[in-house]
């Protein structure tokens, strides 16, 4: 069992940055594809960013490219979402994912297996 903590949501201008980081509590992390999903209030959840577990190519939804970068450090079980010239339509929820063991990242949220209790962006016009 795989538990994921996000953190580092909060409130912040259009234009601003903010970095999300996720913890996640089990040893086969480093061997498993991480990704950010987002949800805003009414709408479905989003796929943001997708990272690969060893090689490959992380992967973006078209509204963030460009503007936000995942990265993961696996000596410390965290995943990372560093996102730049936020704007008020990235105001949702955030969540990690962590997908199953050796298996290739994905777009797909039921291809994901562990998630987050999510963290609250904010971004204010």
């Known amino acids: 069992q795989v538990q994921l903590v996000e953190s580092g949501g909060g409130l912040v201008q259009a234009g601003g940055s903010l970095r999300l980081s996720c913890a996640a509590s089990?040893?086969?992390?480093?061997?498993?594809?991480m990704a950010w999903f987002r949800q805003a209030p009414g709408k479905e959840r989003e796929f943001v960013s997708g990272?690969?577990?060893?090689?490959?190519?992380?992967i973006y939804g078209d509204s963030v490219k460009g503007r936000f970068t995942v990265s993961r450090d696996n000596a410390k079980n965290t995943v990372y979402l560093q996102m730049n010239s936020l704007k008020p339509e990235d105001t949702a929820v955030y969540y990690c994912?962590?997908?199953?063991?050796?298996?290739?990242?994905?777009?797909?949220?039921?291809?994901?297996?562990?998630w987050g209790q999510g963290t609250q962006v904010t971004v204010s016009s």
């Open positions: 990272m690969p577990w060893a090689g490959g190519f992380t």
């Open positions: 994912a962590a997908g199953p063991f050796r298996q290739s990242s994905s777009r797909y949220a039921q291809n994901y297996d562990y």
């Open positions: 089990e040893h086969t992390f480093s061997s498993r594809p």
